[in-house]
């Protein structure tokens, strides 16, 4: 064989290229840490990102894919130290060797949880964490509203827990992003939709992920939005060991969705065991305090008797008395009485006029006595001052002095005349003298001297 039989044969390039595709394609899933380049995305029209990680010896070229990162949890950016979980691939278009990146993690969980921890710190001091400030979740919730994803299967498993545990809860769902950068974002949004139908209760749900799954709900402003939520939330999220801020908030901290669901509706057949019991206790309680009243009623029952036996006695005996009463049995026997008594006392009276006539009559005639022995005694000086007193008036009597000769002469009007030039020729006049008197005329008057 010649030199040149012997070489290979040449490739084109769609199979150099195809070759090295299934060559790549073999190795194993790498774990790549480096640092952001670069970064060009998400791409307005297909959503995957495009960047370059690089340290201080090399680069590559790395592709995040669209359903990829939506699920980051975190924003990509030029300097991010971050951890790449995925495999070699060549673009057949191009030639060219990516990184096509299936997790995409910031570089040493450490610092994020760091940082969550730091965030949870401040809220808790802040107060809300405080069980006080929780608010009361209703044992048994009529409505409840599901803040989830409306594409994920947690929706369904919370509608057939709900269903299967009691089927009297309505159930409303609001649907949100629940992983990914604007996660938050609607999540707050899709809490004030909720909250506005006034549910009994919020849960706000997702399934199991990585921590870096699970950051959304590390989230300052959701954690906010939690804890001023009007309507209590009680939240699902993850697993069992997953515990975020937004739990720490929450109203109630459930496990798993599936647990959240079960907490706001117990089991109907619980609720009815519950009450039965609370009618069987119900009917004791009223058995109890019927039987309590009854007892206080018999009570009260004997002491109203007693009290109105006691008064129907009184009265009786009252009664009774006022029966006795002889002016009730004989209505005329008072008037008898009375009219006994009066002539008792008229005949007292009469009994007693004369003798008192008589003890009057011996009164007065012991006074008339006393009277006539002591008259001339007190007489006898009255009667001497009376003769002196009549001889003295006697004296001077003007009838004493006219029967010694003298006369009084009164002119026509009965004045006395007492001067004679009073008097005029021809007047008349009468003279009265010592016995009867006479009417004369002057004819003349003398001067006194004449």
């Known amino acids: 064989m010649s030199e040149g039989q012997g070489a290979q044969a040449p490739l084109s390039v769609t199979d150099a290229v195809a070759l090295a595709k299934g060559a790549v394609s073999a190795w194993p899933t790498l774990v790549v840490n480096g640092e952001v380049s670069g970064f060009r995305g998400p791409n307005a029209r297909s959503g995957h990102c495009y960047f370059e990680v690089k340290d201080d010896g090399a680069s590559m070229s790395v592709i995040v894919w669209r359903g990829t990162a939506a699920k980051m949890g975190f924003q990509l950016r030029d300097g991010l130290e971050v951890q790449l979980t ?8 191009s030639g060219k060797l990516s990184f096509v990146a299936s997790r995409v993690e910031v570089a040493g969980e450490g610092l994020l949880r760091q940082q969550v921890a730091e965030l949870a710190r401040r809220l808790e001091a802040e107060g809300l964490m405080d069980p006080a400030r929780k608010r009361h979740v209703p044992a048994f919730c009529s409505r409840v509203c599901v803040v989830t994803s409306l594409s994920g299967s947690v929706i369904e498993d919370v509608k057939r827990t709900l269903a299967r545990r009691n089927p009297l809860v309505q159930i409303d769902v609001v649907g949100c992003s629940v992983q990914g950068a604007d996660a938050p974002t609607t999540i707050v949004r899709a809490l004030g939709t909720a909250a ?5 209760a ?8 990585s921590f870096e799954d699970l950051m959304c709900f590390n989230d300052e402003a959701l954690a906010r939005a939690i804890a001023a939520c009007p309507v209590p939330v009680v939240t699902g999220i993850g697993h069992e060991p997953d515990t975020t801020i937004a739990d720490m908030v929450a109203d109630r901290r459930a496990s798993t969705p599936t647990a959240a669901a079960e907490s706001v509706a117990p089991a109907i057949d619980e609720v009815e065991r519950q009450m039965l019991q609370r009618q069987v206790r119900l009917g004791r309680a009223m058995s ?3 039987a309590v009243r009854s007892q206080r009623l018999d009570a009260l ?4 008797a007693g009290h109105v036996s006691a008064g129907l006695s009184r009265r009786r005996v009252a009664l009774d008395a006022l029966g006795s009463r002889r002016c009730l049995q004989d209505p005329l026997a008072p008037l008898e009485s009375r009219r006994a008594d009066l002539l008792q006392t ?4 009469h009994d007693a ?6 003890r009057r009559r011996e009164d007065v005639s012991g006074a008339a006595a006393r009277l006539a022995a002591a ?10 001052t009376l003769a002196r007193l009549a001889a003295s008036l006697e004296a001077l009597s003007p009838l004493s002095v006219l029967s010694r000769g003298y006369a009084i002469a009164r002119d026509a009007a009965g004045h006395v005349v007492k001067d004679a030039s009073g008097l005029s020729s021809g007047d008349e006049v009468r003279v009265l003298l010592g016995t009867g008197s006479f009417d004369a005329t002057v004819t003349a008057t003398h001067a006194t001297n004449d």
């Open 375 to 384: 008259g001339p005694r007190l007489l006898r000086p009255a009667e001497s």
């Open 196 to 200: 506005a139908s006034r549910p009994d």
């Open 202 to 209: 919020i849960l706000l749900v997702r399934g199991g992920g």
């Open 346 to 349: 008229e005949q007292r009276l």
């Open 288 to 290: 109890a305090a019927l």
């Open 353 to 358: 006029i004369p003798r008192a006539l008589e």
């Open 86 to 93: 995925g495999k070699f691939d060549v673009y057949k278009a």
């Open 301 to 304: 029952g004997r002491l109203m």
